[in-house]
C-alpha cells in the first residue's frame, strides 16, 4: 500500500490517472467477483433510500435528475478531499477523496455482483456482468466511475486539513489552487458523468416503454 500512496499522492496528474486506474480495475473486478459468489443475489436492493424518487417520464427531466443525483458522490468525494493524511516519512499527502472513491467503486461492485439494481431485470451470469460493463452505449457505469475517477486524481491535492501521525496542520479554503490540467481533467470528469446520465436515463427510458 506504501507504493499506491506514494503514487496516488503523485505531483503528476498523469502519474495519479494512472496508477488510480490499476487500483480501480483491480478492485471493482475484484470484488464484483466475491460479491457474486459470497453473497446473496439482491443483497442491496432497495437499501439505498436516497434512490426513493419517482423517474420523469420526460428524458430530459430524467437526465437530470439522474445527473444531479451522481453529483452527490462528487460532493462526497471533494469533501473527503478536503482531509489529507501521511506518516512520517511520506512525501505527500494522501487524499481521503482516494478512500470516499473507492468506498463508492466497493458499492457499486456489490451491487453487481449481487444483482442488486433498482430497476428490475433477469440476473445473468458473471462472465456476462462483467462484460456489460464495457457496453458503454447500453450501460452508465463506467461512464460514472471513470468521471469519478477523474475528478478525484484532479483534487488529490486540496487538502486543507493535513494530519500527520498526532499532528495536523489546518490551511484555508482560499489557499486551495487547481492547475490548467487539473480543472481540465475536473470538467471531462463532469462531462463523463453527463453522459452517464445521458446513456442510463435512455435505458430506463426503454425499459418502461
Not at 183 to 199: C, P
Request: aromatic letters at 12%; glycine letters at 6%; charged letters at 15%.
Amino acid at each position: 500500500m506504501a507504493h499506491f500512496h506514494e503514487k496516488l499522492s503523485s505531483e503528476s496528474l498523469k502519474e495519479r490517472m494512472f496508477w488510480a486506474s490499476i487500483l480501480f480495475l483491480l478492485l471493482f473486478f475484484g470484488v464484483t467477483i466475491l460479491s457474486f459468489y459470497l453473497f446473496p443475489e439482491g443483497l442491496l436492493k432497495n437499501k439505498n433510500p436516497l434512490q426513493a424518487w419517482e423517474p420523469s417520464e420526460s428524458t430530459l427531466i430524467l437526465t437530470l435528475q439522474i445527473f444531479f443525483y451522481n453529483l452527490l458522490s462528487v460532493l462526497i468525494i471533494v469533501l473527503a478531499g478536503l482531509f489529507g493524511t501521511k506518516k512520517e516519512g511520506d512525501a505527500n499527502y494522501l487524499s481521503v477523496g482516494y478512500q470516499a472513491f473507492y468506498t463508492l467503486i466497493c458499492i457499486d461492485s456489490i451491487v453487481l455482483g449481487t444483482w442488486s439494481f433498482s430497476i428490475e431485470s433477469q440476473p445473468v451470469n458473471l462472465t456476462a456482468r462483467l462484460l456489460r460493463t464495457f457496453d458503454l452505449v447500453h450501460r452508465a457505469g463506467l461512464w460514472e466511475m471513470a468521471g469519478q475517477l477523474l475528478i478525484t486524481c484532479s483534487t488529490a491535492h486540496i487538502a486543507v486539513i493535513l494530519s500527520c501521525n498526532k499532528n495536523a496542520v489546518v490551511k484555508k479554503i482560499k489557499d486551495i489552487r487547481l492547475s490548467k490540467s487539473e480543472k481540465t481533467v475536473f470538467i471531462t470528469g463532469i462531462l463523463l458523468m453527463l453522459i452517464g446520465a445521458v446513456v442510463e436515463s435512455a435505458a430506463i427510458g426503454g425499459q418502461v416503454s
